[in-house]
């Protein structure tokens, strides 16, 4: 699975931007795309995922702020940034678990990142 991200960039405090991530290749049984986020000098962190059945998941932190969404051909993840603070400040990567059918485990793919800041 190959991941293509962007929408990252500069906004002030209170703006907003919206993230997408296309998934391509082998994309049959993707079980959960997501985005992630990582700060200077913190750990990467959930920040919101969608499951192949619908079921979204969002971080304490961006919880009414944050919507995570797909495409109908659930090849394509956005993820859209309201009301962002500074310390929404990061990378954020974009994440698929795929099935492997033949072993019965999960495969993880990240995308190449895309810069949010957010200035004061």
């Known amino acids: 699975v190959q991941l293509q991200a962007s929408g990252g960039g500069l906004v002030q405090a209170g703006g907003s931007l919206r993230l997408s991530c296309a998934a391509s290749?082998?994309?049959?049984?993707?079980?959960?795309m997501a985005w992630y986020r990582q700060a200077p000098g913190k750990q990467r962190e959930l920040v919101a995922s969608?499951?192949?059945?619908?079921?979204?998941n969002l971080a304490d932190s961006v919880k009414g702020r944050f919507t995570i969404s797909r495409d109908n051909a659930k090849t394509t993840v956005y993820l859209q940034l309201n009301s962002l603070k500074p310390e929404d400040t990061a990378v954020y990567y974009c994440?698929?678990?795929?099935?492997?059918?033949?072993?019965?485990?999960?495969?993880?793919?990240w995308g190449q990142g895309t810069l949010v800041t957010v200035s004061s």
């Open positions: 969608i499951t192949s059945g619908g079921s979204t």
């Open positions: 290749g082998n994309i049959a049984s993707i079980n959960r």
């Open positions: 994440n698929v678990v795929r099935r492997n059918v033949a072993t019965g485990t999960f495969d993880f793919f």
